[in-house]
Nanobody
């Protein structure tokens, strides 16, 4: 069983930066695709960013391209989401997810509990 635990969510002002972390345990980290999703009340969970198992390919939703960067540290079994230039519309609960696939999607088997990011002046 794979366990994920997110951290790093906070209340920040527009234009600020945050780095989310997700510690992964219980699986073979190097073989996992990793990703970040977000959800706001009343809306479907949406894809934000993903990394293939090798970490060689990162993909992003258009709304965060150029502002967010996903990365992985295989030595620490951790995936990060660096968020720069935050906007109020980035406010959401952010979830990390993983599975033994090439590309993560909303049908991933393993999810963290989420961390709240609020962007407000």
């Amino acid at each position: 069983q794979v366990h994920l635990e997110e951290s790093g969510g906070d209340l920040v002002q527009p234009g600020a930066s945050l780095r989310l972390s997700c510690a992964v345990s219980g699986g073979t980290f190097s073989s996992l695709a990793l990703g970040w999703f977000r959800q706001t009340p009343g809306k479907e969970r949406e894809f934000v960013a993903g990394l293939t198992p090798s970490g060689s390919f990162a993909h992003y939703d258009d709304s965060v391209k150029g502002r967010f960067t996903i990365s992985r540290d295989d030595a620490r079994n951790t995936v990060f989401l660096q968020m720069n230039g935050l906007k109020p519309e980035d406010t959401a609960v952010y979830f990390c997810a993983t599975d033994t696939v090439i590309y993560v999607g909303v049908n991933c088997r393993y999810w963290g509990q989420g961390t709240q990011v609020t962007v407000s002046s």
